[in-house]
């Protein structure tokens, strides 16, 4: 041992050096990360291709944001930061790993919306080995070729989006696009910041390539936008039952937000519930039929439960309408309802 510390050169002893400082710090929170998996607060799992889906996710947007940022930056008029121009360079942002540390990662909001990607990406995922995609795109051309033509371009404007951001298998492909606008807005800051630590530019020259890359965002022209809107067309009154098998899966989780008020990305953090009974509630609460509501069930939960006819009649229409009220309010009215339940007033 200690001829091995007599070899060691000046590198590997500041890494030890870092590696004891880090551990240091972090000794604090072993137990409670422990804690935390011995006892989650919550009967939701997340298996371990979730788990690396959505720190995959978390790190390419993070690098994503971070680089077009630089390049943003480095192409103005004057502007000569050789670290910037590595990190616009750089496969992997060098922002990443410093918000991680200092708890910036942690986003509720964020968190929320890489959960429900990464179920989005389960749920198609389990549907394919059931429908194959050949089978889907089929059945989505009866929209590009409906005689009403607010249909037809409603689709044709979901089948670009969707071209853009899936790959051939019809699994999407994560970039910054997918983020809201408010949650990409706040990531995009928080990298400015990181920036700024790490390269010591101007702040004014990042905060122009922020600006710039703000402007940029086109929320609106997501898939998932694009989707809602063929669905408000295609949901009316008297009109047929959403179809798994028909519609897609983005389609159907589409059309019975509109019906319900819900958003799809409430009903997709549903069907990763115990059960998928929250799921099972907004279906019956439309009236859809048996027969719809239990093959969409049977089709997303891999076939390891049937929704029985019973089950799902007993459940009273106007109870799952006036619950689906409910957990579509603001989800801010939502927690403060939750942190209020427990307080007695006079």
């Known amino acids: 041992m200690g001829e091995r510390a007599l070899r060691m050169t ?34 939701v799992s997340f298996t371990d291709r979730m788990l690396s889906n959505i720190r995959q996710s978390l790190l390419k947007l993070v690098s994503e944001i971070e680089s077009e940022l630089c390049r943003i930056a480095v192409n103005q008029p004057g502007s000569s930061n050789e670290i910037l121009l590595d990190m616009g360079n750089a496969k992997r942002g060098s922002s990443y790993d410093l918000l991680k540390e200092a708890g910036l990662l942690r986003d509720q909001d964020l968190l929320e919306f890489l959960h429900c990607r990464a179920q989005e990406h389960e749920l198609n995922v389990q549907m394919t080995r059931t429908i194959p995609q050949e089978q889907l795109d089929t059945a989505f051309h009866q929209y590009l070729d409906h005689e009403n033509s607010a249909i037809a371009d ?87 039952d959403p179809q798994l098998e028909t519609a897609g899966l983005d389609l159907f989780l589409a059309q019975i937000s509109i019906g319900s008020g819900l958003s799809v990305d409430q009903l997709l953090s549903f069907t990763n519930e115990p059960g998928m009974a929250r799921f099972v509630i907004a279906m019956r609460s439309l009236d859809l039929s048996y027969h719809a509501a239990s093959s969409g069930f049977t089709i997303l939960n891999g076939g390891d439960a049937v929704l029985t006819a019973a089950a799902y009649e007993e459940i009273d229409s ?29």
């Open 318 to 346: 106007e109870d799952a309408r006036c619950l689906v009220k409910n957990w579509a309010m603001n989800s801010s009215y939502q927690y403060a309802l939750e942190a209020l339940g427990n307080q007695r007033f006079p």
């Open 10 to 43: 000046g590198n590997d002893r500041n890494r030890l050096t870092q590696l004891a400082m880090e551990a240091s710090r972090n000794s604090a929170s072993i137990h409670r990360d422990l804690a935390a998996l011995l006892f989650p607060m919550s009967n």
């Open 154 to 240: 409603a689709a044709m404007a979901m089948f670009v989006a969707r071209s853009k951001t899936c790959d051939p298998d019809g699994q999407i492909q994560l970039t910054a696009i997918h983020l809201p606008a408010e949650l990409f807005h706040k990531i995009t800051w928080h990298v400015v910041a990181a920036v700024k630590n790490l390269s010591g530019a101007d702040v004014d020259q990042l905060s122009f390539a922020a600006q710039k890359l703000l402007a940029q965002h086109e929320e609106g022209s997501s898939l998932q936008n694009r989707t809602l809107r063929l669905a408000q067309l295609l949901v009316k009154p008297n009109s047929e």
